[in-house]
């Protein structure tokens, strides 16, 4: 049988990953994946969630089954995170169900439109996260790209209104919460506003992505544009990630959260989420959720964990302003204003996929072939170097600088 299976497409950023393991230049830079590495160029695990691993162990608590919808002490507190422990409304009008990591979440919704809307329409940004695509249309939907950014590498409100204005009652809308990826560039509150508007007067359902809160402008900040959305609309889905702020991409942790207009809805939501898990894994794994129900339940270890959060945020936002710094004094006014104007993980150089191509071949600097780098994962004493790699790249001889 597996005779007949063509040849398959490897994926692009494992491939490049793969590529990079066998780089036997010493210089060898690696921004592909989204990790963020600290000034020695490691993954730490987070000094709150070893924390909370040692209380587990000690506890040591049985293995058993946990049910359909995973930790529900995970999900009470990630629906508190994300939506406000405060906020108005019915406690009923959003469920939780905990999912294998962001990705996972963003899968399960998926199935849910396809359950509810057989071939719904999802409109996903240009760029756009490069795993959306695939999962939606693995999900049976159909998608259609809006604009995001504008020609100087900033958020095109104009563009994307337009684009928008296009979706329909029945359709999905997309939107990563903050810290877009691959871009870095992020609507402005008074865009967040007007996507509300928007999205209130023409229907259609907002999806939103959250997987860097807390890596862009401060935890809060970063969560409150999905929270205004979610008091402006009758029906939202998130996707939340705890890969990125928490440190734990290989414990693939994350959940679905599904707003409705009413309690029946979102009881049938719910359960549809829990048999869409049911088909494909039965349940998720205990682990990252019963740390991340510790870290949260817990005044001390939160408190300590948004510490970290917040040093992981600053260091981030540093290298992209040293990175900047850096541009400038080599005359790259342009990309260093586009540059200095992003958040998060992720940058976008405005190299095309053969200057990329050179910028691994000459420099053994590795980025995707969009254009993508991994700002969180560029150690201090290597920015220079990434600086002049692009400046080489984009003025072969040196003449304009
Ligand atoms: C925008 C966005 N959404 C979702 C994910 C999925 O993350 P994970 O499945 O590792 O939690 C990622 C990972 O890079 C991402 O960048």
Redesign the pocket.
Known sequence: MLELLPPPPADPLWELTRAFGTDERPQRLDLVL?VYRDRTGSTPVMAAVREAELRLAERSESKEYRGLSGNTAFNRALLDLVLGAGRPGPADRAAAVQTV???GA?RLLADLVCRTRPGTTVWISDPA?VNHRPILEAAGLRVRPFAWRDADGGFDTAAVMRDLGGARREDVVLL?GCCH?PSGVDPSWEDWEALADLAARDGWVPFV?L?YHGLGDGLEADLRATRMLAERVPEMLV?V?C?KNFGL?SDRT?CAIVLGASARAVRHAETALQNAARTLYSMPPEHGAAVVATVLGDEGLRAAWRAELDVMRGRIAANRTHLTARLTALGLDAPARALARQKGMFSMLPLDAAQMLRLREEFAIYGTTSGRVNIAGLPSDRVACLAEGIAAVLDPSGRGR
Request: proline letters at 0%; aromatic letters at 14%.
């Open positions: 989204g990591a962001g990705s963003l996260y990563q990826n992505d997987a996707a990630s890969s991409y994350g």
